[in-house]
């Protein structure tokens, strides 16, 4: 049965909603499978839903299940690969890609699971942003 995951401060009504209301949540095919993915850059972490401002921003996603990973940004797929249960991913992305998001397939091409995007941004100093 399919479930939406929050990242909620408590169980409460306000928090839940805050959370959905931020993005801070992904769904999953089963309330077995669970996901870590953050961005990780000059000492910050960012996970689903939230911004980061980075020089070298990397993406690192972990699921409880194997499957076929992709990864996006405003560019489109930047990261397809198969990967097994427990196995951590990390890819270094470029601060102007404006966010990433992953989907976890299973080997029938099955969605497994579907995150919402973390926004990634250059410090001011640096160039523009790429928009979609």
């Known amino acids: 049965m399919p479930q939406t995951v929050i990242r909620c401060s408590s169980l409460s009504r306000g928090a839940v909603i805050d959370g959905l209301c931020n993005g801070r949540s992904y769904i999953t095919g089963s309330s077995e499978i669970t996901l870590d993915f953050k961005v990780i850059g000059d000492g910050k972490i960012a996970e689903i839903g939230d911004d980061i401002f980075a020089k070298r921003p990397v ?6 299940t194997s499957g076929v990973l992709k990864m996006y940004n405003v560019n489109g797929t930047f990261y397809y690969a198969y990967i097994q249960a427990g196995e951590n991913v990390e890819v270094t992305v470029d601060n102007k890609c404006g966010w990433v998001r992953a989907e976890l397939y299973d080997l029938e091409n099955r969605m497994q699971a579907l995150t919402n995007p973390i926004f990634i941004y250059p410090f001011p100093e640096d160039t523009t942003l790429v928009t979609p």
């Open 59 to 64: 993406v690192s996603f972990t699921a409880s």
